[in-house]
Nanobody
Framework: EVQLVESGGGLVQAGGSLRLSCAASGFTFDDYAIGWFRQAPGKEREGVSC????????YYADSVKGRFTISSDNAKNTVYLQMNSLKPEDTAVYYC???????????????WGQGTQVTVSS
């Protein structure tokens, strides 16, 4: 059973940084690409970023390119999302999900965790 536990969310001022963590279990870490999507009230779910643990390839939404960095620690079965230069429009619940499948530039997600709230104040 895929289990994903997110942590690291919080309240930060615009321009600040946060690092989200996702501890994964229940599957072979290298078998899946793992990613993050976010959901803000009244908005559609947005795929933010994905990483393949096996070859390190990554995907980023245009809205976060240059500001967010995804990484993985295979020894710890953990994926991180470093978020810099945060904007109020980044406010959302962020979910870790696996597998992440990117087709024609569009990410899709399988199972996900309980989410962690990120709030960016202006």
């Amino acid at each position: 059973e895929v289990q994903l536990v997110e942590s690291g969310g919080g309240l930060v001022q615009a321009g600040g940084s946060l690092r989200l963590s996702c501890a994964a279990s229940g599957f072979t870490f290298d078998d899946y690409a793992i990613g993050w999507f976010r959901q803000a009230p009244g908005k559609e779910r947005e795929g933010v970023s994905c990483i393949s643990s096996s070859d390190g390839s990554t995907y980023y939404a245009d809205s976060v390119k240059g500001r967010f960095t995804i990484s993985s620690d295979n020894a710890k079965n953990t994926v991180y999302l470093q978020m810099n230069s945060l904007k109020p429009e980044d406010t959302a619940v962020y979910y870790c999900a696996a597998p992440c499948t990117v087709v024609a530039g569009h990410p899709d997600f399988g199972s996900w965790g309980q989410g962690t709230q990120v709030t960016v104040s202006s």
